[in-house]
């Protein structure tokens, strides 16, 4: 069965703290992973996508990591600021037919305070 | 390029009557992705259309909702005779047309929050 498993569900910390969130998947056959930010009442926004030949990326603060052989993900972030409390969601896609099927994490939810 | 538009961005209805979501796509872009999020829950995959076809309804419930996405005009996800457990906000993404996953970049809607009262 296609899954994504996220951790922890909801994480707090400090202002300019580091934190790491992790994704685990058994979707099959790989085609990518994403991680999205989703702002309380708003649409997810893409931060990185990775395929099955890289290990990491990153976009700023953001530094996303993937080991394709133990099929996990991690989603890193430096100096963290009260903008990055969100939600962060795993999507792992699949091939099927010329076309992906994503499959989503239920998110981590990220709280950051002053 | 607007992105993806949603509309209405909230939707109240009684239980029993009809409720219809629209999305228009980025230009271009003749792939849609319905998902439905309900409170304190993740996204859910509900069904995957491509311009006038249904390529994936997996996540779709068997009844009551219904998904098109025509030649012209928005893609419409519907649902009939709501019940209060269809309360939850509905997200449209849309991608280009392209072949494998990696170019294959979704953008979401700010999404639809049903309410069913």
């Known amino acids: 069965k296609n899954q994504v498993e996220q951790s922890p569900q909801s994480l707090i910390i400090l202002e300019g703290k580091n934190c790491t969130l992790q994704?685990?998947?058994?979707?099959?056959?790989?085609?990518?992973l994403r991680w999205y930010k989703q702002d309380t009442g708003r649409g997810p926004v893409s931060l990185t996508i990775m395929t099955f030949s890289e290990n990491t990326k990153s976009n700023g603060r953001y530094t996303a990591t993937l080991d394709a052989d133990t099929k996990q993900s991690s989603l890193h972030i430096t100096a963290s600021q009260l903008s990055d409390s969100a939600s962060y969601i795993c999507v792992v896609s699949r091939a099927s037919g010329g076309s992906y099927i994503p499959t989503f994490g239920r998110g981590t939810s990220l709280i950051v305070h002053p | 390029n607007a992105g993806v538009m949603q509309n209405p961005r909230h939707l109240v209805r009684r239980r029993g009557q009809e409720a219809r979501l629209r999305c228009s796509p980025m230009?271009?872009?003749?792939?849609v992705y319905w998902y439905r999020q309900l409170p304190e829950e993740g996204l859910k995959f509900m069904v995957y259309l491509q311009k006038e076809n249904i390529i994936d309804e997996s996540g779709m419930p068997k009844e009551r909702f219904s998904a098109e996405f025509p030649k012209e005009g928005p893609s419409i996800l519907r649902i009939q005779q709501v019940v209060r457990g269809d309360s939850a906000a509905y997200f449209c993404?849309?991608?280009?047309?392209?072949?494998?996953?990696?170019?294959?970049?979704?953008?979401f809607g700010q999404g639809t929050r049903l309410t069913v009262v």
């Open positions: 994704c685990n998947y058994t979707v099959s056959p790989f085609s990518n």
């Open positions: 230009k271009g872009h003749s792939h």
């Open positions: 993404a849309s991608s280009e047309v392209s072949v494998g996953g990696a170019n294959t970049e979704a953008f």
